[in-house]
């Protein structure tokens, strides 16, 4: 039998599903024995406590809170050498997962010392997502796309992270619940089902974590171009009411972000937000069309970003030449309105967990194509391109991902052994340029291990960019901001770690 053929058997099979979910599964074993990595420490202390940090103990069902706002608060992380010394001292991060916190308070509670246990709980979870995805898909798509597409999910690379990392399942809980809500959303408007249960998952998916607002997006495009149902966007007022409460609640429990260069409010900046969408929403997408995936655009500099936007437009210029009906434009629109809410952050593949699924049934239809030899010219070549690159590049970029938090956690380790016992000992410790933000890990990495940490640990810049200076001496002032200094040699970090 040919590939071509082999490949069309394949997506055609009733099981496909089935072995996508498997296939799933399988690469997601080798997380097993990933232990604890970078926030899983975090999250360790929150949970359980820990003398050396006994004002930092969280709620169960608040292990997400971060920064809270407090100036005292943060004063006492900065002293501690978790943020660095010019951090403003209202800056807040704070998500409200009450959900997904209440999942790693329960493997706390039940495997504290058994990391593979809490792995295996995301693998679950995993599989769950994988289900109802393939579900989702069988809603759209029929034969050989509805397989290759169940396929292509369950194995792309922007999976890995999600499962691979134990503080990333709130991306998987809600995920799952979420798309669960899209899927009986359109149940209902096929007169399956009632109307009233996509909300009320969609409720519990936002209390999984915020990721979960994707899925307005996908509801939305879903009215204009697929519902059957007279006037259909009035039936999304339900979700409305749904989100107009969650919003108060999170607000009202202090979840949001402030002075935060790493995340952006839409609602408090939106000329920021705005900004970093126009970017943003390109890379995101073509990381699941064929691009490579953004998750290094934070540690590389502005060549490699340039090089990233390009190749990401391209393949999303790819993707619009290959419409060719309604529903190929629904799983387009879907999936640029459900990644809007994820350009609030720096992208990344763990924010694709919805924008995904529609994805890939682009992908699928154009892929079954190609195999019925309808393709010709460019889009012959580029559907090409997606079906080796998700078939043979995928399941490598899969482990790789899944991994690579595992490969911060033995850096972070070096890093942590690298600070002299004699330094260690001394009730102060302030480093002038850290190895990046793994720096900000060292005293909790150190705590958890048991070793000596000095009372203050404070930390003055990181190893990803240059060293600002001062044109001044003595006591830093946290609110004035830095000059720039000139780019030379000389301003480089020349080691892999800090001299302490």
Same mark, same amino acid.
Do not use: K, N, Y
């Given at each position: 039998m040919s590939v071509r053929g082999a490949l069309q058997r394949l997506g055609a099979d009733p099981r496909a599903s089935r072995w996508a979910v498997l296939a799933g599964v399988a690469l997601s074993l080798p997380t097993l024995v990933g232990g604890f990595q970078v926030d899983d420490h975090w999250h360790a202390i929150a949970l359980r406590g820990h003398p050396a940090w006994p004002e930092f103990r969280l709620r169960a069902w608040d292990v997400f809170r971060f920064f809270d706002g407090s100036p005292v608060h943060n004063q006492a992380l900065m002293d501690r050498g978790v943020v660095a010394w010019w951090t403003d001292l209202d800056v807040r991060v704070a998500?409200?997962?009450?959900?997904?916190?209440?999942?790693?308070?329960?493997?706390?509670?039940?495997?504290?010392?058994?990391?593979?246990?809490?792995?295996?709980?995301?693998?679950?979870?995993?599989?769950?997502?994988?289900?109802?995805?393939?579900a989702l898909i069988a809603r759209f798509l029929s034969g050989t796309a509805r397989g290759l597409a169940a396929l292509f999910y369950a194995v792309s690379c922007a999976r890995g992270v999600t499962v691979g990392w134990i503080a990333q399942r709130n991306s998987l809980v809600a995920g799952t619940l979420a798309l669960g809500a899209i899927l009986l959303h359109d149940r209902a408007s096929k007169r399956e089902g009632s109307a009233l249960h996509g909300p009320l998952l969609f409720a519990f998916a936002l209390l999984g974590g915020e990721s979960a607002l994707a899925a307005l997006g996908v509801l939305v495009a879903h009215a204009w171009f697929v519902d059957p149902r007279p006037r259909p966007l009035r039936f999304l007022v339900p979700y409305g009411v749904v989100f107009v409460g969650w919003a108060v609640f999170y607000r009202v429990l202090g979840g949001g972000v402030r002075h935060s260069s790493g995340y952006a409010d839409p609602l408090a900046n939106p000329v920021r937000f705005a900004r970093g969408a126009v970017v943003h929403l390109p890379l995101l997408l073509g990381g699941e069309l064929g691009a490579p995936l953004p998750d290094a655009w934070p540690a590389v500099g502005l060549g490699p970003r340039v090089a990233m936007v390009v190749l990401a437009c391209v393949a999303l210029a790819f993707a619009v030449r290959a419409l060719t009906d309604r529903l190929d434009r629904f799983f387009l629109a879907a999936a640029v309105l459900s990644v809007l809410p994820g350009c609030a952050t720096f992208p990344s593949g763990r924010l694709l967990t919805i924008p995904g699924v529609m994805l890939?049934?682009?992908? /699928?239809?154009?892929?079954?194509?190609?195999?019925? =030899?309808? #393709?010709?010219?460019?889009?012959?070549?580029?559907?090409?391109?997606?079906?080796?690159?998700?078939?043979l590049l995928g399941p490598v970029l899969f482990l790789v991902t899944a991994m690579q938090f595992a490969l911060l956690e033995h850096r972070l380790h070096g890093l942590s052994d690298s600070i002299p016992d004699d330094l260690a000992r001394r009730p102060a410790l302030y480093v002038v340029n850290g190895p990046g933000f793994l720096t900000a890990y060292a005293p909790v990495h150190r705590s958890r /291990?048991?070793?000596?940490?000095?009372?203050?640990? =404070?930390? #003055?810049?990181?190893?990803?960019?240059?060293?600002d200076r001062r044109a001044d001496a003595g006591t830093p002032d946290r609110r004035r901001p830095l000059r720039r200094p000139a780019r030379d040699a000389r301003d480089r970090p020349r080691a892999a770690f800090p001299r302490w």
């Open positions: 998500f409200v997962r009450p959900l997904s916190s209440l999942t790693h308070a329960l493997d706390h509670r039940l495997f504290p010392g058994a990391p593979w246990a809490m792995h295996l709980h995301s693998i679950l979870w995993f599989a769950a997502l994988l289900a109802v995805a393939s890939v049934c682009l992908q /699928a239809r154009l892929v079954t194509r190609l195999l019925e =030899g309808e #393709l010709r010219g460019s889009l012959r070549a580029w559907a090409t391109w997606v079906l080796g690159g998700r078939l /291990a048991g070793v000596p940490s000095p009372r203050i640990f =404070g930390w #003055l810049g990181i190893g990803m960019h240059p060293p």
